[in-house]
Structures are given as C-alpha cells and as structure tokens.
C-alpha cells in the first residue's frame, strides 16, 4: 500500500513562500504522475501542480510563475516551492501518485494545511 506523508505547512504572511514536501513509502519512479492538489473551505478540490515520471510538468494558471514542483528520486520525495503567497493560496494542500495499471489508481496523502494572511 502507498503511503503519501506531506510536509511544510504553516502560517505565512502575503508574499512570503513555503516548500511544501510529500515522502512517498515506495520508489516514486513507480507512479506515472505525483501531483499537488488543495482544497479550500467549501470549494472542490483542485490541482494545482503535477510532474511525471519523465519530469514534465503542469501548472494551473493559478500559480504559474509562483510555484514550482520538482522531484528526488533518491529520496522518494515530490516538493512544491511555494512563492509570492497570496491569501487565496489558503488551502489544504493534498500530495497524489498516480499510477496506471489497468485501471486509474490514485493515492492521497492526509494533507497539510496553507494559511496566507494578508
């Protein structure tokens, strides 16, 4: 069973950054994507940066040009550099793997939590 911890969050003023960390249990070059998702009070969950096995990433408009995903292999770890914070930013932040074997399975970290003050 894959197991997603994540790591990082806290309480940071507008402007100011974060690095947020998901250590996988497992090798990460067994997942196809490992991806960052949040989900502020009373709205849906939604991505916000994913990277794939061959490093190819994606952004939503949202936070590209402030937030950068990137991976170590070695460590079984995915990041995401968090910068120019702003106060929408606040969110649960979610780590996902996901990996293709017949079918779609995806597997989620408990989340941390993003507080951006204004």
């Known amino acids: 069973q894959v197991q997603l911890v994540e790591s990082g969050g806290g309480l940071v003023q507008a402007g100011g950054s974060l690095r947020l960390s998901c250590a996988a249990s497992g090798s990460i070059f067994s997942f196809n994507a490992m991806g960052w998702y949040r989900q502020a009070p009373g709205k849906q969950r939604e991505l916000v940066a994913a990277?794939?096995?061959?490093?190819?990433?994606n952004y939503a408009d949202s936070v590209k040009g402030r937030f950068t995903i990137s991976r170590d292999n070695a460590k079984n770890t995915v990041y995401l550099q968090m910068s120019s914070l702003k106060p929408e930013d606040t969110a649960v932040y979610y780590c996902n793997a996901y990996v293709w074997a017949g079918a779609d399975n995806n597997y989620w970290g408990r989340g941390t939590q993003v507080t951006v003050s204004s």
């Open positions: 990277i794939t096995r061959g490093a190819s990433t």
